[in-house]
């Protein structure tokens, strides 16, 4: 997010200023829709950071019915057989939501992409 807003001109704010607005008004009428390929790529990826993680839901759920996919599709492994047909069918289900988010916020992740760290 930092090497994003570093891309966006210093002139805009000041002329938001110069406009009379306000520094809440120049970060919500200006900045955030500016800013908005950085904040869908942001969230792809701690959507999918968050959705594959293992550990934390591990440590933290008591409860069977609290498990997220990725515990639910470790207890698919035993330790001396693996229904494989079974796992791989679960492995993707599980990948359908994180594969429609990403073709929902495709374009705005390209460019989220695309213009984080370049300097001008």
Do not use: H
């Not at 110069?18 to 008004?25: E, K, P, Y």
């Not at 959705?51 to 839901?57: G, T, Y």
Request: proline share 5%; no cysteine; net charge neutral.
């Amino acid at each position: 997010m930092r090497q994003f807003f570093l891309t966006i001109p210093i002139e805009l704010e000041e002329a938001a200023t110069l406009d009379g607005a306000t520094r809440l008004q120049t970060l919500w009428q200006i900045m955030l829709p500016l800013a908005r390929p950085a904040l869908v790529t942001l969230f792809l990826f701690t959507f999918i950071g968050e959705w594959n993680d293992l550990f934390k839901p591990l440590v933290f759920t008591t409860r069977p019915e609290l498990r997220t996919v990725q515990l639910v599709l470790a207890e698919f492994q035993e330790q001396f057989t693996n229904d494989w047909s079974l796992l791989m069918a679960a492995v993707v289900i599980a990948t359908i939501p994180v594969v429609l988010l990403f073709l929902v916020g495709q374009r705005q992740f390209i460019r989220g992409i695309a213009a984080t760290g370049i300097k001008n």
